[in-house]
T-cell receptor
Framework: QKEVEQNSGPLSVPEGAIASLNCTYS??????FFWYRQYSGKSPELIMF????GDKEDGRFTAQLNKASQYVSLLIRDSQPSDSATYLC????????????FGKGITLSVRP | DVKVTQSSRYLVKRTGEKVFLECVQD?????MFWYRQDPGLGLRLIYF???????EKGDIPEGYSVSREKKERFSLILESASTNQTSMYLC??????????FGSGTRLTVV
């Protein structure tokens, strides 16, 4: 099993819809979780992080963490064409000190 | 805002050349990282450093070395560039439990 796994995508949603991006991880001791957005040709930028089980909301973005099931998700409400990008899930595994382990990312396309 | 600056946005080098990629951060972060990113392979960790003069191998260190003589600067060295090192190189820094801050990346082409 891959350490951090994301659906291969791409994911296409109409403008105004909710986009749901999912990520699973294998290390049960993982402690912190991050979502990065990467536009084509640009570097990743941090958009959300979550440490505790449950939901964390920031504007149109909600991160959801379920440690028992070992998944973390990102919901984007009222999706906009400007949300079209690749989204990377990253996990701080137990004992990994400062290193993050990244999923391969999923490309989201929001259709006008 | 933390700034991570990579010295070159685009580089073209010849096979066999020694290549230096520089990365500087301005927020006194302890941890710095070098990744390469290739289509279909995602981000792969080359080397990282958690303190001055300290370095640790990542997942794909072969053909690379690093130098961290000052806290703010982390250099990636390609000892003898090869065409399979053509890639996007991303530097990142991190303090504590916060997420990474990435530089803008260097797209290296080896011909």
């Amino acid at each position: 099993q891959k350490e951090v796994e994301q659906n291969s995508g791409p994911l296409s949603v109409p403008e105004g819809a909710i986009a749901s991006l999912n990520c699973t991880y294998s290390d049960r001791g993982s402690q912190s979780f991050f979502w990065y957005r990467q536009y084509s040709g640009k570097s990743p930028e941090l958009i959300m992080f979550i440490y505790s089980n449950g939901d964390k909301e920031d504007g149109r973005f909600t991160a959801q963490l379920n440690k028992a099931s070992q998944y973390v998700s990102l919901l984007i409400r009222d999706s906009q064409p400007s949300d079209s990008a690749t989204y990377l899930c990253a996990v701080n595994r137990s004992g990994a000190n400062s290193k993050l382990t990244f999923g391969k990312g999923i490309t989201l396309s929001v259709r006008p | 805002d933390v700034k991570v600056t990579q010295s070159s946005r685009y580089l073209v080098k010849r096979t066999g050349e020694k290549v230096f990629l520089e990365c500087v951060q301005d927020m006194d972060h302890e941890n710095m990282f070098w990744y390469r990113q290739d289509p279909g392979l995602g981000l792969r960790l080359i080397y990282f450093s958690y303190d001055v003069k300290m370095k640790e191998k990542g997942d794909i260190p072969e053909g690379y070395s690093v130098s961290r003589e000052k806290k703010e600067r982390f250099s990636l060295i390609l000892e003898s560039a090869s065409t399979n090192q053509t890639s996007m190189y991303l530097c990142a820094s991190r303090q504590g439990a916060l997420g990474y801050t990435f530089g803008s990346g260097t797209r290296l082409t080896v011909v």
